[in-house]
């Protein structure tokens, strides 16, 4: 085995080792987004119930009662509805589970940038101290918080608490305006700094793989 053989063999091993601390930085993350969730379910059902008196009294204490009982299933399936939304939907989203980890997302209009993250909340070269969330993510998050929005239908109400006809038209608007915790924005970005270590040695090692390539090219034109 040459030197570069070997360096070749080091690299693969290196980049495949990152996919564990990848994996696991994910499922905290899903777990912080999950817990996220079921803290904001009963606080916009309530809301949602105080701003349209008119219904819940038409519902009674019965039918709250109902809608109360299946909001706190939901809250009690946080967990799985996290891992529906944010791990299994979004397919293609998470590089950890890509057969060729480290491999960009998508062809790069500019070098300087081939390595960052899409995945970043925190991006370098930035003065600004205000956080990212990045979109693809934030439409998981939000599908998320939206299984609420059905069980609310189910139950007769708007999805939102705003008792303004103009909100009542944008039942996504409690949902997207809904704040991110700190810990979902900063294991996002140990995730996405995880990504990059693994963008550089995927480019590291295909460069190596060029390089062997070439080598025997040589060897087969001396050969000739």
């Known amino acids: 085995m040459t030197d570069l053989d070997e360096r070749i063999d080091a690299l693969e091993k290196q980049l495949e080792g ?7 930085k994910h499922a905290e993350w899903v777990a912080e987004a999950a817990g996220w969730a079921a803290a904001f379910w009963p606080e916009q059902a309530k809301a949602v119930v105080t701003v349209h008196p008119e219904i819940a009294k038409a519902k009674g204490v019965d039918g709250l009662r109902a809608l109360k009982v299946d909001v706190a299933k939901l809250v009690e399936n946080a967990a ?4 529906e939304d944010l791990f299994e939907a979004p397919a ?21 940038h081939s390595q960052h993250s899409d995945l970043r909340t925190s991006r370098p070269y930035r003065t600004s101290e205000a956080l990212d969330r990045p979109k693809p993510v934030e439409e998981s998050t939000r599908r998320l918080l939206g299984r609420l929005a059905i069980v609310l239908g189910e139950h007769g109400f708007p999805a939102t608490r705003h008792h303004d006809p103009h909100y009542s038209l944008s039942p996504g608007y409690d949902y997207y305006h809904h704040a991110w915790t700190q810990p979902m924005f900063d294991l996002l970005q140990d995730y996405a700094l995880l990504h990059e270590a693994a963008m550089e040695t995927w480019e590291k090692l295909r ?4 390089q062997r390539e070439e080598g025997d090219a040589q060897d087969l034109w001396d050969a000739a």
Do not use: I, Q, V, Y
């Open 18 to 24: 990152l996919r564990a601390p990848m994996r696991a």
């Open 92 to 112: 293609g989203l998470w590089p950890h589970l890509h057969a060729e980890l480290g491999k960009p997302p998508h062809d790069r209009t500019s070098t300087f």
């Open 80 to 83: 799985n509805a996290a891992t």
């Open 207 to 210: 460069l190596a793989k060029r």
